[in-house]
C-alpha cells in the first residue's frame, strides 16, 4: 500500500443473518459503484429488535478506495 492516496466512505449493511453478512451486504453494494476498494473497518455494530429477539444487525463500516494514478 506504499505511496496510495485513498478517499474513505462510510456506510451501514443490514441482515437477518449475521454481523459478517451485514458487512458483505455493504461491501457488495459498495462494489456497484465504487472503483479499487482495498479495505473495510467496523466502526458500529447494533441491531433492531422485535417481540425481544434480533430481527436484523446493523454495522457501520469505512470503506477505503484507492485513487487512481
Known sequence: MANHV???TEIVGTSPDSMEKAVANAVAEA???LR???WFEVKETRGHLKDGAIADW???IKLGFRHEG
Open 6 to 8: 485513498y478517499n474513505v
Open 31 to 33: 462494489s456497484k459503484t
Open 36 to 38: 479499487n476498494l482495498d
Open 58 to 60: 446493523q454495522v457501520t
